[in-house]
């Protein structure tokens, strides 16, 4: 099955500077990779997704990229402000024609006003 | 209009008790799953159904089996509960054939 490895677990920054978060992924033949966003007591929410056939998405602050070939991917955010705050997961299919995702196990970002 | 809800968000217990927790979805969405997330913050899938199939993960102890009286509910039954059963417990659904899930708010179970 797919493994994702996500890194780092912690991650603290100042207000206003950029975040990145990796992630490397197992199964070469997994096509599309999520980010989630979780607040403190709420269920992770949908922020940003990429295929395979991409190699980069941005949307406003964030922004995703994925190299195949090194089967890792990252979350960018810049401008980082308080109530980006939250835990991070990235996923990855488990494998083509596979709608069953493979968590990360998270990334705790604390941004610092 | 919470798009994905499920019922009690705390839930207390002593072990051996049975209990279950309700999941409901507005989306319209043909896929349901169950997810646990442990202590560390660990996500990981426990059963996905839609109105043709249920898929069981393997690791998952038949004490614990899904019920779905229609598609826009799902479920979760657990028998005899154990201490290690402690944990949130996270309904989801998508559209059939997407991954993109929607996650309800959770249920923080403590079995004592």
């Known amino acids: 099955g797919e493994n994702v490895e996500q890194h780092p677990s912690t991650l603290s920054v100042q207000e206003g500077d950029s975040a990145v978060i990796k992630c490397t992924y197992s199964?070469?033949?997994?096509?599309?990779f999520p980010w989630y966003k979780q607040e403190l007591g709420k269920g992770p929410q949908l922020i940003i997704d990429i295929r395979s056939n991409v190699g980069e998405k941005k949307d406003q602050r964030i922004a995703v990229t994925l190299n195949k070939t090194a089967k890792h991917f990252s979350l960018h955010i810049t401008e980082t402000q308080p109530e980006d705050s939250a835990v991070y997961f990235c996923a990855a299919t488990d494998g083509a024609g596979s709608y069953q995702l493979t968590f990360g196990k998270g990334t705790k970002l604390s941004v610092i006003p | 209009d919470t798009a994905v809800s499920q019922t009690p968000k705390y839930l207390v217990t002593q072990m051996g008790n049975d209990k279950s927790i309700k999941c409901e979805q507005n989306?319209?969405?043909?896929?349901m799953y169950w997810y646990k997330q442990d202590s560390k913050k660990f996500l990981k899938i426990m059963f996905s159904?839609?109105?043709?199939?249920?898929?069981i993960n393997e690791t998952v102890p038949n004490r614990f089996s899904p019920k779905s009286p229609d598609k826009a509910h799902l479920n979760l039954h657990i028998n005899s509960l154990e201490l290690g059963d402690s944990a949130v417990y996270f309904c989801?659904?998508?559209?059939?054939?997407?991954?993109?899930?929607?996650f309800g708010s959770g249920t923080q179970l403590s079995v004592l």
């Open positions: 199964d070469s033949a997994s096509n599309y």
């Open positions: 159904y839609n109105n043709k199939e249920l898929i």
């Open positions: 989306l319209g969405h043909d896929t």
């Open positions: 989801a659904s998508s559209p059939t054939g997407l991954e993109k899930l929607f």
